[in-house]
């Protein structure tokens, strides 16, 4: 087995309950055998009734229950481990009794500050649209390390990667949060002998209709922004992509127009409410791009709340 020529650890989010193939598997494989980073398979359990001991007529101990159940998983993920480790990979596996579910792999990613989270999404071939589960959206909202939210999709040879900036920092956004974004989407595209794109919609407050002068003041104000990112984080001329429209439309027009692989987008919460934004409105077609998402985080976010150990 070959050892990892990087640091890095990709934990890989596997359902242990779920008999559909599982993608993220092969995409953290893929990832992995390209930035010689370290896997480590984790999953998450708990039964409140075998923790009580409510599981037969009568009280009965729980730990022989609850070690059962856990190994159960362990010979689960070690099955897939041996797989990649097939592909010279370096895998560990790791199971954990406690909930919830995604305040559970929060506590793990704050302990052990992975590289990259990546989990599973599903899609609905009906509806034409990802089914972003409740544990997906908190996951976006609370992981503090980049998250990677894979579609059931085969990625490209040379894989598109779109990066959604927001140069006139917008809806809160921190300046370093766009030079993050600009710094994993470039490493992402090198590292997979990828194409790096970039994008940014010129919008107005609710998408009002300005003066046509006033919009051009807009218009003008966003340019000169960009340009001054331009300066310091290049990318090709044709792979710049800036529309005038609501950031969510515009977002998704371009993933799709362009073909893209991976969107990496920044995530930001507002004070005093439990929310996060992703880049402007685009929270509302989430589960509407067709590609791979990667939802980074400024550097200054704080895990909200005391996460607590719940088991």
């Keep these: 087995m070959a050892a990892p020529s990087s640091s890095k650890t990709i934990l890989v989010i596997v359902d242990p309950y779920t008999d559909r193939e599982q993608p ?3 995409r953290a494989a893929w990832l992995a055998e390209r930035f010689g980073a370290h ?3 984790f999953a998450c359990d708990y039964d409140a009734e075998i923790d009580s001991g409510r599981v037969a007529t009568v009280w009965v101990p729980d730990a022989g229950l609850r070690e059962q159940l856990l190994l159960k998983h362990r010979r689960q993920l070690e099955s897939f481990a041996a797989a990649l480790r097939g592909r010279r990979l370096q895998v560990t596996v790791n199971v954990a009794w406690d909930f919830p579910a995604e305040e559970a792999i929060v506590r793990h990613v704050v302990a052990t500050r992975p590289w990259l989270v990546a989990k599973d999404t599903h899609h609905h071939t009906v509806l034409q649209r990802t089914l972003l589960s409740s544990m997906d959206w908190s996951l976006i909202r609370d992981c503090p390390t980049p998250l990677l939210l894979v579609k ?3 990625v490209g040879a040379q894989p598109v990667v779109l990066a959604a900036i927001d140069p006139v920092q917008e809806h809160d956004k921190p300046a370093q949060l766009d030079n993050a974004i600009y710094r994993f989407a470039s490493e992402l595209s090198e590292k997979t002998g990828g194409a790096l794109h970039l994008t940014h919609a010129i919008s107005t407050p609710l998408g ?7 919009q051009a ?3 003008d104000e966003h340019r000169r922004a960009l340009d001054a990112f331009l300066m310091e984080h290049p990318v090709r001329a044709e792979n710049l992509h800036v529309n005038e429209g609501l950031a969510h439309q515009c977002l998704q027009q371009v993933a799709t127009s362009q073909h893209a692989d991976f969107l990496v987008m920044g995530a930001v919460a507002r004070r005093g409410i439990k929310k ?5 409105t685009a929270a509302r077609v989430l589960d509407r791009l067709p590609c ?4 980074i985080k400024p550097a200054t976010f704080v895990v909200p709340g005391a996460q607590q150990q719940g088991g």
Excluded: A
């Excluded at 009002?208 to 006033?214: F, G, I, W, Y």
């Design 217 to 219: 003041m807009v218009v």
């Design 208 to 214: 009002v209709q300005l003066p046509p002068n006033v």
């Design 24 to 26: 993220v598997l092969s």
């Design 292 to 295: 791979d998402l990667v939802i």
């Design 152 to 154: 059931p999709r085969d």
């Design 276 to 280: 996060v934004l992703i880049g402007s």
């Design 39 to 41: 896997l480590e398979l």
